[in-house]
């Protein structure tokens, strides 16, 4: 909701209708759901919490945020594709 306006804004000014708006919107929402995987804080809690050490919270950083950055782009990729073809 934070980017509501903005979006709005933005999808208007490049000639994008009401369908192309919730395309570009329920990615923007996607990605940021996908990106929540690899919050620091999260894992940090969640090691703390099965009591685990610092290296774990590394190694789990490491592999979620490759997995986080391919999601990402193919949702972007996806969302290009989708308002292309007006879905």
């Known amino acids: 909701m934070l980017f ?3 979006q709005q804004t933005a999808t ?3 000639g994008l209708n009401n369908t192309g708006f919730m395309t570009v919107y329920g990615s923007h929402v996607v990605a940021g759901s996908i990106a929540s995987a690899v ?6 809690n969640a090691a703390v919490t099965i009591d685990e050490t610092r290296k774990i919270e590394s ?8 997995i986080t950055v391919l999601l990402t782009i193919t949702t972007g990729i996806l969302a290009g594709i989708f308002v292309s073809a007006s879905v």
Do not use: E, Q, S, V
């Not at 919050?39 to 940090?44: D, R």
């Open 39 to 44: 919050t620091p804080a999260k894992i940090n």
């Open 4 to 6: 509501l306006n903005i």
């Open 59 to 66: 190694l789990i950083m490491r592999k979620h945020l490759l």
């Open 12 to 14: 208007a000014k490049i």
